[in-house]
């Protein structure tokens, strides 16, 4: 389980190959959701632990898909950071990711 935060400050969870975008916080409980707006997989955290879910979803996890979202989320953030140039940033980054991931990426104009 990991957090990514997006260059819009939103963050996301990262489970096995399962993304989550947070919904509320009630009485400490975190409630989180598949970022895929049709799907009801759904997951509870009370102090980063688990503590309901995750649920089913109802779709094949989009692993490739989820990975390059993961790996532009990195992209952006290094790019904001490090104010290294973001052609560095880019191929440093893709270079680490199996190539099956690399052809989902955004094409770099
Ligand atoms: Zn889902």
Not at 26 to 54: A, F, M, Q, S
Not at 80 to 98: C, G, K, W
Request: hydrophobic share 35%.
């Amino acid at each position: 389980m990991q957090y990514i935060k997006s260059q819009q400050g939103k963050l996301f969870l990262q489970l096995s190959s399962d993304l989550y975008r947070k919904e509320k916080i009630h009485k400490d409980v975190e409630y989180w959701r598949c970022i895929d707006k049709l799907c009801t997989g759904r997951l509870n955290l009370k102090y980063e632990e688990i503590i309901k879910g995750p649920s089913d979803h109802n779709h094949v996890a989009d692993i490739i898909k989820n990975q390059a979202k993961v790996v532009v989320e990195n992209i952006k953030n290094q790019a904001v950071e490090t104010q290294d140039n973001p052609a560095v940033i880019i191929s440093e980054s893709s270079s680490s990711v199996v190539p099956i991931v690399f052809c989902a990426l955004p094409q770099i104009a």
